[in-house]
């Protein structure tokens, strides 16, 4: 009888370990399912409709005179902060903001005011290069469209994209770090690189939201949905994002 008891005992245990085991992956599967769930239209619709209540006119954070100040600082930015480029830019500009003035300076001169942003050499270079070509081919104009923009020297499809928006009012997607965490976190997309979340975002943004969407994302992505720990307690849309590890609130 004892041996019987024994046996029944032994039974359980393994029957309960059974179903621990089966229970952990379909709770690993419904959480997989759950992420890559994308968002619907209404859903979308939704998302920006929140982010414009709470910020109708959301503002790029770089520092700019013009649409050549702002190319620059773009092209700076890469790899760095804006704090960190506004603080930089400041004086610079007040004595070269435009192409010719940019020339007159010099590069070995534009590295003593931008030395404090990573990568300034090249990036000296780059400015005073783009600056050349826009005083020989553009009459010290700054391009409003992509081919153009994207054909002067330290310009790529991100920075070109935060002009052609910031500058000429076209709605763009300028798609960084942040854009591309949120995008893919909240299920605006699952694009597995920028040019792929960007052509996302533009077929899904509801077109009244188009031209500040990139806008939105990037704020909260630096500010909320940061990368290392969300905030999600505080986040205005956690109940339709479909991240499933939200942060509890602290």
Sequence with gaps: MAKASSDVHHTSIGSSEKKRKA??????????????ALLDKTEIHEVFRRFHAANPEPKGELEHTNPFTLLVAVVLSAQATDAGVNKATRALFKIADTPAKMLKLGEDTLRDYVKTIGLYRA???NVIGLSQRLVDDYDGVVPSDRDALES??????KTANVVMNIAFHQ???????HVFRVANRIGLSRGKTPLAVEEDLM????????MHAHHWLILHGRYVCKARKPECWRCLISDICRFPDKTPAP
């Excluded at 229970?23 to 890559?36: E, L, V």
């Excluded at 002067?152 to 499809?157: A, H, K």
Aim: no cysteine.
């Design 23 to 36: 229970a952990k992956p379909a709770a690993i599967a419904a959480k997989k399912a759950r992420k890559s």
């Design 123 to 125: 990036k000296a270079k």
């Design 152 to 157: 002067l020297p330290g310009v790529g499809r």
């Design 171 to 177: 709605p763009t997607m300028a798609v960084d770090t």
């Design 203 to 210: 077929h899904v943004v509801p077109k009244e939201y188009a």
